[in-house]
């Protein structure tokens, strides 16, 4: 499991420096969220999947994801992995950012798209410097949250000057897959009356044809995919203030038994105490 050096966490920002002597792939599984995360790889033998993109990385890179983006990391052999990881809600940037201009790195770009920044596209500032900071700050709560704010701000200013930069591929569009266009398909009309069925009838593919590809391609069956988008949208609604019953209806569940079975089974609590425990964790 993870060796866990340096860890600070609240709903809304989360940020670890993992080292894993010995990694094992069964300790990484593909995962989705509900805020944004900067991750940057310091060593190891890794590629990353983000949905149907595989990057093989290099020390000083960074991934950007946003939310509803699944991704894991992929074990390439048992080299020693350590890795620093920011998770941040857009809220946080009220303050300094209402109009969300630092997360155009994130929002500008297809799906799956462009994750991925150099250590050469941050001419004279060093990244990794600023993670280094915040583990190296002090453990106190309020210190250490002043911390990572204050270094996740700066890292923002630097991805947002780094992707004015960076020459996205025009030609990406025509060059997509059959898997792409389909993942696009699926998260395009995630909340409405999809099933797998329609999805094959829409691309002139079968549904066992349709389920190979995606499970090749996310690790999960095209139904377990679409069921974990709608469970992460609903949670970050309830998160966000909607009732249970609210979230379910705009995240595409038709009967409110079925989306409870499903979110308990999920994140092992009601969607009404995820809502009360979010509550508490306001007050």
């Known amino acids: 499991m993870s060796k866990y050096r340096n860890v600070y966490e609240t709903p809304e920002l989360f940020f670890h420096h993992a080292i894993d002597e ?32 595989e990057y093989a990385l290099k020390p000083g890179n960074i991934l950007l994801m946003r939310p509803m983006e699944y991704h894991m990391a ?27 201009r630092l997360l155009l790195p994130f929002h500008s770009r297809p799906l799956e798209k462009a994750n991925i920044f150099s250590p050469s596209e941050f001419p004279g500032v060093d990244p990794l410097e600023l993670f280094k900071s915040i583990a190296e700050a002090d453990s106190a709560p309020e210190t250490k949250r002043t911390a990572v704010l204050a270094n996740l701000y700066a890292l ?3 991805l947002s000057k780094a992707y004015e930069n960076k ?11 059959l898997t792409d266009q389909i993942l696009r398909y699926m998260n395009k009309h995630l909340f409405d009356d999809i099933t797998i069925e329609s999805i094959s009838e829409h691309f002139y593919i079968s549904a066992s ?17 679409i069921l974990y988008k709608r469970l992460s949208a609903a949670q970050g609604e309830i998160q966000n ?28 609590v009601s969607p009404a105490g995820d809502s009360a425990r979010t509550n508490q964790n306001k007050g």
């Open 241 to 268: 203030g909607s009732t249970a019953t609210d979230a379910c209806r705009k995240c595409g569940f038709k009967d409110y038994s079925a989306f409870y079975r499903a979110y308990v089974k999920r994140y092992g």
């Open 167 to 177: 020459k996205i591929d025009k030609k990406s569009k025509s060059a997509d897959s």
């Open 74 to 100: 992929k074990m390439m052999n048992d080299d020693r992995y350590e890795r620093y990881c920011v998770i941040f809600s857009e809220e946080l940037l009220d303050p300094i950012d209402p109009q969300r």
């Open 209 to 225: 044809y349709l389920h190979r590809l995606i499970k090749n391609a996310v690790g999960a069956s095209a139904w377990k995919y």
């Open 22 to 53: 010995t990694p094992v792939q069964s300790d990484f599984q593909m995962h989705i969220h509900i805020h944004y995360e900067i991750y940057f790889f310091v060593s190891g033998s890794v590629h990353y999947l983000v949905e149907n993109s």
């Open 156 to 158: 923002l200013w630097e």
